[in-house]
């Protein structure tokens, strides 16, 4: 007797268990899900310099319901009207878990809409939504749309330097480049020794001179560029004021190159682009090479630290992108 009662209560229990262990697995489906809400503090953002550092507008969300409770992951979504967030015409910004608002400076703003392409001269109307998921297994749902209305201004700006290195022409001079528009351009040019003046655009309308005592004035005369060479240019036009100092440069030494052998460089042009990129397009033959800094082997860039093998014989283009210490960096050596 006691047998049998054992045997129907284990029986019991397991069908118990069991009973308990589906009832927790279908509380841990998830449902279709219902998207969050959007909220923006503007529908107006019309963006410029002055307000680079100053918050431009803040968006507030709330999570989706998926049915449970589960970590869900956001991602802002910004798309030219008209547009339905297509995948190429849609910008994704991922939202930090357990944030509930996300606010922009002008500077994080305006870098935003540029990444979308819009139009610098006139307003753009722009949809934004939040994209919720919480697994790749279920599909993600939208908040609501928020539409504004928004400018932004081109935020990397340069100056020009004509001068007798190149014959005096702005249309072919060099460019220092100013990577936030904030009025200050640097940027290496190599000089031959001569005079040169400062134009804000390619044409001789508005140029800056020598005012004396490292002064900038519209009606200065010519500006000294010392000595032969390359130089680390930095003008100010909001205190109107420059430095020239001597700057590092960068060239291929090797016996890919003609006439080198290994021991006469040939320069790379710097970029100015901001990003410390330095490039040249050469005849190369077969055989190697590599970069280095200012003539010397102290400094050196070459395929992980050998030399760069040329196997057949061409014009190349050869790009380095050198990293913020100065001293490694990265290359790429296009055939053309």
Known sequence: MKSIFFKSFALSFIVLSLWSCKKDETRAIANAGTGGTLKSSA???????????????TFTLSNANFGYQAAV??????????????????KDVIIDPNVTTKSYNGLDFNNLLLSLNLSTAVNSD????????????????YSNVVSISAKPFPLTSWV??????????????DSLVSVTGNGIYTGIIKLDGG????????????????????KLSTSGGDISS????????TID???????????????????????????VDTDLSPVNDGKNTWTGTFALTPGA???????????????????????????????????ADGKTGVFTMVKI
Do not use: C
């Open 43 to 57: 529908t107006t953002v019309i963006l410029d310099k002055s307000m680079l550092n100053v918050n431009v507008i």
């Open 73 to 90: 992951t956001n991602i802002l979504q910004l798309a030219p009207k008209g547009s339905n967030f297509a995948a190429d015409k849609t």
């Open 126 to 141: 722009i949809e934004i939504r939040v994209k919720a998921s919480i697994s790749n297994a279920v599909s993600p749902v």
């Open 160 to 173: 020009y330097v004509p001068g007798a290195y190149q014959g005096w022409n702005p249309p072919t001079a």
């Open 195 to 214: 005079n040169f003046k400062i134009t804000t655009a390619k044409k001789w309308d508005v140029a800056y001179g020598d005012a004396g005592g490292g």
């Open 226 to 233: 010392v000595s032969a060479g390359f130089k680390l240019l």
């Open 237 to 263: 036009l909001n205190a109107n004021v420059y430095t020239i100092i001597n700057a590092d440069y960068w060239s291929i030494i090797g016996n890919a190159i003609p006439g080198s052998n290994w021991t």
């Open 289 to 323: 090479f590599k970069f280095r800094k200012n003539h010397d082997w102290g400094t050196s860039i070459g395929d992980n630290g050998a030399d760069i093998n040329v196997t057949v014989a061409g014009n190349y283009k050869l790009t380095l992108t050198l990293n």
